[in-house]
């Protein structure tokens, strides 16, 4: 069983920043690419950002490119998701997740699931 634990939402004005931090309790983490996605009020829950095992690959949403960067820490068992130049339509409940390829996490096949973190962006 793999436990994920998000943190580091806050409410923050437009073109702010912020790092959320995903800690996973598992043994092998370098075996999971990990993946972040995002659900905002009223609808579906979206793709975000991910990235290999190895952290050599990653993807990124067409809507975040160029604003966030999603990296890990395989010594730590935890990964990041630094978000910049944040609009309001960022506005979410971010949540982290492990899939065995970074494919399935793309597709959202993912394994593990988060309970989520609130980001708030204000105009």
């Known amino acids: 069983q793999v436990q994920l634990i998000e943190s580091g939402g806050e409410l923050v004005q437009a073109g702010g920043s912020l790092r959320l931090s995903c800690a996973a309790s598992?043994?092998?983490?370098?075996?999971?690419?990990m993946g972040w996605f995002r659900q905002a009020p009223g609808k579906e829950r979206e793709f975000v950002a991910a990235?290999?095992?190895?952290?050599?690959?990653?993807n990124y949403a067409d809507s975040v490119k160029g604003r966030f960067t999603i990296s890990r820490d395989n010594a730590k068992n935890t990964v990041h998701l630094q978000l910049n130049s944040l609009k309001p339509e960022d506005t979410a409940v971010y949540y982290c997740?492990?899939?065995?390829?970074?494919?399935?996490?793309?597709?959202?096949?993912?394994?593990?699931w988060g309970q989520g973190t609130q980001v708030t962006v204000s105009s």
């Open positions: 598992v043994r092998t983490f370098s075996g999971y690419a």
């Open positions: 997740a492990a899939a065995r390829t970074i494919a399935r996490t793309i597709l959202s096949l993912c394994d593990y």
């Open positions: 990235i290999s095992g190895g952290g050599g690959t990653t």
